[in-house]
């Protein structure tokens, strides 16, 4: 009768084969987790920016937002202060230039990716007009590392319903 010790040249194969499938496996969740990361991290971005968006609205509640256009930059002086209006348009203008720099721009679309609207012209979930004064922030921005189609979709967008 002959003793045999140690393992066999099949069974250390089988060993390695589903140890290299388990590391496959956790390569793969790996790569998920940062693009799951990415992901939250520019919804993150979205809200800040909307949040202080907000805040420049309900601090100049006298100008009728939806007929603002995002200015270009600040050109009022201490001895020419802003009206409300050029202030509104230089918020806006500072809203839209923060976004396009933190968060990549939408699939398809050209630069826009901030939007002010009356939130019953939108109604969606998150903006459903509350308030017939109520105003919906819409930051667009397009997702990264995508690969899943009909998953995930290639755009992201966060409303926030503001009443001045």
């Known amino acids: 009768m002959i003793h045999q010790r140690g393992f066999t040249l099949i069974e250390v194969l089988i060993a390695m084969i589903i140890l290299a499938i388990g590391l496959l496996g956790l390569a793969s969740m790996q790569a998920m987790a940062l693009r799951d ?24 509640s006298n100008v009728v937002w939806t007929n603002v256009t995002a200015g270009t930059g600040d050109l009022c002086t201490a001895a ?3 009206t409300a209006t050029q202030m509104a348009s230089n918020d806006y203008g500072y809203w839209k230039k923060s976004v396009e720099a933190v968060l990549p721009a939408p699939k398809g679309v050209s630069a826009k990716t901030v939007d002010i609207k009356l939130s019953s012209a939108v109604n969606v979930s998150g903006c459903q007009g509350t308030y017939s004064t109520s105003l919906c922030l819409i930051t667009s921005w397009g997702r990264v590392n995508v690969k ?8 992201s967008k966060f409303y926030l319903e503001v009443t001045p």
């Open 80 to 82: 020419l202060p802003c």
């Open 148 to 155: 899943r189609i009909g998953v995930l979709s290639n755009d």
């Open 37 to 60: 990361n990415q992901d939250a991290y520019y919804y993150q971005q979205a809200t800040l920016l909307a949040y202080e968006m907000q805040d420049r609205i309900r601090g100049n």
